[in-house]
């Protein structure tokens, strides 16, 4: 058992590594809102945010079981196979987001995860069938059929929902407030403000409580009973402290509510994603004690992965202070939030992207949808909408660099839309990808504002389907490599794992060296402040 003791520290070992890359493409989900909107300096939304990280961690615990049996069934698999799918995972993992991180893509954590494990395993459950002298067909034997379909369904369904969501809450805002929202804020933005804090509050405070590894199981009962006479309370209480604050100080409420909103994406994304980092090596870690305490570990099938285990919260908030960490000194995550706040920025902006046909070909046939949609409407009625979305009043400024790429309303919606959807999918325990809800609630958004011009629509939906892309791209990379890995490993022994982890260091260095000349002459920073 010697040689699992070091693939568990090389689990780990990459665990630290996947964090770091990982959350170096996942933080832009949860601080762009903030960042492009100049809610506050930079320091204070990175604070916010790493007090959110911090709390989230405790709530992932219902979350891991996905990396035990989400995915394929553990009881069909001996130790030392699960150990190979664990590793394979694992480097892939690895290698995959720093690629994304270099060319400043946002990608899904979630979805790597879900296709390196599927890829993975079903490597090794075919080397299981051919020496069983099986088909193809017994597959089922070996991988979670139901569960695979299930979250593969949950992942696109989030796309549609996140981005129809977007749009919708986006028109609603701003036909109540327009651009010019001062005066309209002080009479309704109370009950506006205490609807999207209250939203945060019951389905990440409350729902995502279920997960915690902090509360007692009676005390999760309680809040669970009620829930309501809490949520109640709170809409109350806050529309009443909300309506003094705005009317009686000087406090710019949309400021506090992003500055929420990001906290709260921040939990969503720490109990929701943690998993994709922590979640394999702590199922491997696991697996060796239940192999070590077992008189023929190397027969020794993993049913016990099928039960539910309890996380230890030390594990859970080390993993969120790594997080912390790279968050704050991390140069990939400040390039991919130069892509996706510059996609969503209202008015023209330095486009990454260039023109397609097919980008074409989709704003002119959505610009014939929207002229056909006016129709049956009044022209009056067409005239004072298009007022509701008139520009001028805030964007006003000549120097580029101070001014948001969109408005605090604007931001708001983002954080109090995608974090209520990501909380949903947590506390259904469905691994929603918070990368996909948050950037297509972005770019919802963004159309709604009408952010994009006539001359840079057609550039823009080109970077989205440039994104939406490499999101496909993501799924099949992510299961051929691991695939390919786990059988390598699997024959390849001990050998074919040093040649793995020499050949993952230089990758690294090479990436890290490309992204260092890309952004030789373009601080990302500076274009997002």
């Known amino acids: 058992m010697d040689f699992y003791i070091f693939v568990v520290g090389?689990?780990?070992?990459?665990?630290?590594?996947?964090?770091?890359?990982?959350?170096?493409?996942?933080?832009v989900n949860f601080t762009n809102s903030a960042i492009g909107s100049k809610a506050a300096s930079r320091t204070v939304i990175m604070i916010i945010a790493s007090l959110g990280i911090i709390v989230g961690t405790t709530f992932s615990g219902g979350m891991m079981e996905v990396a035990r049996k989400g995915i394929f069934n553990p009881e069909a698999f001996l130790f030392p196979e699960i150990m190979v799918i664990f590793l394979a995972v694992m480097f892939t993992d690895v290698l995959l987001l720093d690629l994304f991180n270099t060319f400043g893509l946002p990608t899904s954590t979630t979805v790597s995860m879900v296709f390196e494990l599927l890829g993975a395993a079903i490597a090794i459950a075919s080397v299981k069938l051919f020496s069983l002298g099986l088909d193809f067909s017994s597959i089922g034997i070996y991988i979670n059929s139901d569960k695979v379909v299930a979250i593969i369904t949950a992942i696109p369904m989030s796309v549609i929902i996140a981005f129809t969501a977007g749009v919708i809450a986006q028109f609603i805002t701003r036909i109540i407030f327009t651009f010019k929202y001062k005066n309209t804020f002080k009479k309704v933005g109370a009950l506006w403000g205490a609807t999207g804090i209250t939203l945060i509050l019951y389905f990440i405070l409350l729902k995502g409580l279920k997960g915690s590894t902090l509360l007692s199981p009676e005390s999760i009962d309680w809040i669970g009973k009620n829930t309501f006479s809490i949520v109640g309370c709170s809409f109350a209480a806050l529309t009443v402290i909300l309506f003094f604050v705005i009317r009686f100080t000087r406090i710019n409420m949309?400021?506090?509510i992003?500055?929420?909103?990001?906290?709260?994406?921040?939990?969503?994304?720490?109990?929701?994603d943690l998993v994709n980092f922590v979640g394999v090596p702590m199922a491997g870690f696991h697996a060796y004690l239940t192999a070590l305490s077992n008189a023929n570990p190397m027969t020794l099938m993993m049913t016990a992965l099928s039960k539910p285990i309890q996380p230890q919260s030390f594990i859970l908030i080390s993993a969120g202070l790594v997080m912390i960490t790279t968050l704050w000194f991390s140069r990939k995550a400040r390039t991919v939030t130069d892509t996706e706040v510059e996609l969503a920025r209202q008015g023209k902006a330095k486009e990454k992207f260039g023109k397609s046909r097919v980008a074409a070909s989709i704003v002119e046939?959505?610009?014939?949808?929207?002229?056909?949609?006016?129709?049956?409407?009044?022209?009056?009625?067409?005239?004072?909408?298009g007022k509701r979305f008139k520009t001028k009043s805030f964007f006003k400024k000549a120097d580029k660099k101070n001014t948001p790429a969109?408005?605090?309303?604007?931001?708001?919606?983002n954080l109090v839309v995608a974090s209520t959807l990501i909380a949903i999918g947590t506390s259904y325990k469905l691994p929603l990808s918070t990368t996909y809800v948050t950037f297509m609630v972005a770019m919802g958004t963004s159309l709604s504002d009408r952010a994009w011009g006539s001359e840079s629509a057609v550039a823009r939906v080109n970077g989205i389907l440039t994104v939406i892309g490499g999101w496909f791209f993501?799924?099949?990379?992510?299961?051929?490599?691991?695939?390919?890995?786990?059988?390598?490993?699997?024959?390849?022994?001990?050998?074919?794992?040093?040649?793995l982890v020499i050949l993952s260091v230089f990758?690294?260095?090479?990436?890290?060296?490309?992204?260092?000349?890309?952004?030789?002459?373009?601080?990302?920073?500076?274009?997002?402040g």
């Open 10 to 27: 090389l689990l780990f070992i990459l665990a630290i590594s996947d964090l770091m890359v990982g959350v170096a493409n996942d933080a």
């Open 254 to 256: 949309l400021r506090i």
């Open 258 to 272: 992003v500055l929420i909103g990001t906290f709260a994406l921040a939990l969503g994304f720490a109990s929701n």
């Open 365 to 385: 046939f959505a610009m014939f949808g929207i002229n056909l949609g006016r129709k049956p409407f009044p022209a009056a009625m067409q005239t004072w909408v």
């Open 406 to 413: 969109f408005d605090l309303l604007r931001a708001s919606v």
């Open 474 to 499: 993501t799924a099949l990379i992510a299961s051929a490599l691991a695939a390919i890995q786990a059988l390598i490993i699997y024959f390849g022994g001990l050998t074919a794992i040093i040649i």
């Open 507 to 528: 990758f690294v260095y090479r990436t890290h060296l490309l992204h260092k000349q890309r952004t030789k002459n373009d601080d990302p920073s500076k274009a997002v």
